[in-house]
């Protein structure tokens, strides 16, 4: 934070790697010195869908309504999914694999497949600063299901 990053651009002015080399944030790497291709490894799952950690934070809110929305959509006859944000479509998924990236509605934890520390922030500001903006969840504050990454 700080200048740095700016001081750190003007020595690797490469567009490649970020604007100017400069990068909005470093990566930092675990114990067996991966970094950005472990998580993706993690996030992907080989094309397991998955519901985005801050979007899940919002969805936990209500897990009434979650039920009774994904008890409608499981019963739809669909084979692929287009998402609002990432890539798309994605196909081979029909309404059982759709509701399995929902498990937390169904387990009572408000727990997702990343590593703790790749919600810990999330987690921080839920529990500090954006805390009067939303309302608490009976599954707990959000944690990642694959424990520390050793970053």
Partial sequence: MGIKPIVEALKTPTYSN?????KPVQWKTNSKGEEDVYDFSVYSSNG???ILPIIQIIMSRDIPEMKRWLTILSQWKFKRVITAHLDCPIDNVGPK??????EFVYSGRN?????????????????????????KTDLGPLRGINGPCGL
């Fill in 111 to 135: 727990e997702v497949r990343f590593c703790d520390e790749d919600v810990a922030f999330l987690r921080f500001a839920e529990e500090t600063f954006l805390n009067f903006a939303v309302y």
């Fill in 48 to 50: 397991i869908p998955t």
């Fill in 18 to 22: 970020g604007w100017g080399g400069w």
């Fill in 97 to 102: 694999e759709f509701v399995k990236a929902f």
